[in-house]
């Protein structure tokens, strides 16, 4: 027979030794587990003599559901430290100010770019994107210009190690692209995107840089359509208060050819090295579409006519925000970009 007293004293003293959880499941185990002390001495009950049992049976009842209340508090009371105490150190201050994330930009060419579309798309124009990587055959003999012809002088450009594969000189050979696309249906669409030249890099001209093509093929299309088109397109670009210039060129994709200037003016300081002292920025090239390069998309010139269009974004940004050098675009100076 269990002396009760003493096992409930054992009991207590065992739980008030406990300071944390794991110590009062380890109690808990020992005098209510399986094999653990109270159970033992209340099953012990039957071993008790007959007279004794049931003050017994009452007596181990008490001290067992004494014995699992007080349990019970010391476990809730172990859980409320323990979470006041990880409030204390875990602490996590929510009312610091955030680390700024540094927020970029759309590259100003890209803004340009947008600006550019946006006038388009109003006027019923659909973009296009055309290949970086063209043929010698796209970017040059469909346009017009055999390999003999002296004006490929004017777009010496990198090649690659694949005989005739160049990275283009301009977005003209998208041209030939729509034109076969879209044959026999009219065309009204603009072309995107990056040109490399060989050349010398200056204030003014870079070797790789972005071009907006223009391309409008359908019957009866005329100079007019042309001179009109552009016109809009600058008044919107520029406002008002810029003045274009039209004068006639050379290309020999188009025929006649014009190129268009936007005035900055001689008295301007930073106008020097851009203007040449002309007065003018050429922005683009342009003119009626050949006979020749109509008939290489697969146009019948008797039947159609266009005109074309290539025009510099970066050469436009230079006047619409008075950039006096282009190297800028590329050189990745966060002092420049984060300008505009
Ligand atoms: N491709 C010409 C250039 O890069 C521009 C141009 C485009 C001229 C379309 C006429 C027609 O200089």
């Given at each position: 027979m269990v002396d009760l007293a003493t096992l409930e004293q054992a009991a207590l003293t065992a739980l008030q030794a406990c300071t944390d959880e794991p110590a009062l499941r380890a109690w808990n185990t020992r005098?209510?587990?399986?094999?653990?002390e109270v159970l033992q001495a209340l099953k012990g009950?039957?071993?008790?003599p007959p007279d004794q049992r049931k003050s017994y049976g009452q007596e181990a009842n008490r001290l067992k559901e004494d014995l699992l209340a007080r349990y019970e508090n010391a476990l809730a009371e172990v859980r409320a430290r323990t979470l006041e105490q990880s409030l204390q150190t875990d602490r996590l201050d929510i009312t610091l100010p955030g680390r700024p994330a540094p927020r970029g930009r759309l590259h100003l060419s890209n803004q340009t770019l947008r600006q550019i579309y946006a006038i388009f798309a109003d006027m019923g124009f659909q973009i296009y994107r055309s290949r970086e990587i063209e043929d010698d055959l796209t970017n040059f003999e469909l346009l017009n210009?055999?390999?003999?012809?002296?004006?490929r002088d004017m777009w010496d450009t990198f090649y690659t190690?694949?005989?005739?594969?160049i990275l283009r000189t301009h977005t003209s050979p998208g041209q030939i692209h729509v034109m076969r696309e879209l044959f026999p249906r009219p065309i009204r669409v603009i072309l995107p995107g990056m040109c490399y030249r060989y050349e010398q890099i200056t204030a003014r001209s870079e070797i790789m840089f972005h071009q907006v093509e223009g391309l409008v093929i359908g019957e009866k299309i005329t100079m007019a359509d042309l001179k009109g088109t552009i016109t809009a397109f600058a008044r919107r670009l520029f406002g008002p208060e810029r003045q274009i210039r039209i004068r006639s060129s050379y290309f020999p994709f188009t025929e006649p050819s014009i190129e268009v200037d936007v005035d900055w003016p001689k008295?301007?300081?930073?106008s020097g090295d851009i203007s040449k002292g002309t007065g003018w920025l050429e922005i683009m090239g342009a003119g009626m579409v050949h006979p020749v390069v109509l008939r290489h998309g697969g146009y019948d010139p008797a039947k159609y006519s266009g005109f074309a269009f290539g025009m510099g974004p970066e050469r436009i940004a230079m006047r619409k925000y008075g950039i006096?050098?282009?190297?800028?675009?590329?050189?990745?100076?966060l002092r420049f970009l984060s300008q505009f």
């Amino acid at each position: 027979m269990v002396d009760l007293a003493t096992l409930e004293q054992a009991a207590l003293t065992a739980l008030q030794a406990c300071t944390d959880e794991p110590a009062l499941r380890a109690w808990n185990t020992r005098f209510f587990g399986k094999h653990g002390e109270v159970l033992q001495a209340l099953k012990g009950v039957g071993a008790v003599p007959p007279d004794q049992r049931k003050s017994y049976g009452q007596e181990a009842n008490r001290l067992k559901e004494d014995l699992l209340a007080r349990y019970e508090n010391a476990l809730a009371e172990v859980r409320a430290r323990t979470l006041e105490q990880s409030l204390q150190t875990d602490r996590l201050d929510i009312t610091l100010p955030g680390r700024p994330a540094p927020r970029g930009r759309l590259h100003l060419s890209n803004q340009t770019l947008r600006q550019i579309y946006a006038i388009f798309a109003d006027m019923g124009f659909q973009i296009y994107r055309s290949r970086e990587i063209e043929d010698d055959l796209t970017n040059f003999e469909l346009l017009n210009m055999p390999p003999h012809h002296p004006a490929r002088d004017m777009w010496d450009t990198f090649y690659t190690t694949t005989p005739g594969v160049i990275l283009r000189t301009h977005t003209s050979p998208g041209q030939i692209h729509v034109m076969r696309e879209l044959f026999p249906r009219p065309i009204r669409v603009i072309l995107p995107g990056m040109c490399y030249r060989y050349e010398q890099i200056t204030a003014r001209s870079e070797i790789m840089f972005h071009q907006v093509e223009g391309l409008v093929i359908g019957e009866k299309i005329t100079m007019a359509d042309l001179k009109g088109t552009i016109t809009a397109f600058a008044r919107r670009l520029f406002g008002p208060e810029r003045q274009i210039r039209i004068r006639s060129s050379y290309f020999p994709f188009t025929e006649p050819s014009i190129e268009v200037d936007v005035d900055w003016p001689k008295d301007d300081p930073i106008s020097g090295d851009i203007s040449k002292g002309t007065g003018w920025l050429e922005i683009m090239g342009a003119g009626m579409v050949h006979p020749v390069v109509l008939r290489h998309g697969g146009y019948d010139p008797a039947k159609y006519s266009g005109f074309a269009f290539g025009m510099g974004p970066e050469r436009i940004a230079m006047r619409k925000y008075g950039i006096d050098d282009i190297r800028q675009f590329w050189k990745n100076d966060l002092r420049f970009l984060s300008q505009f």
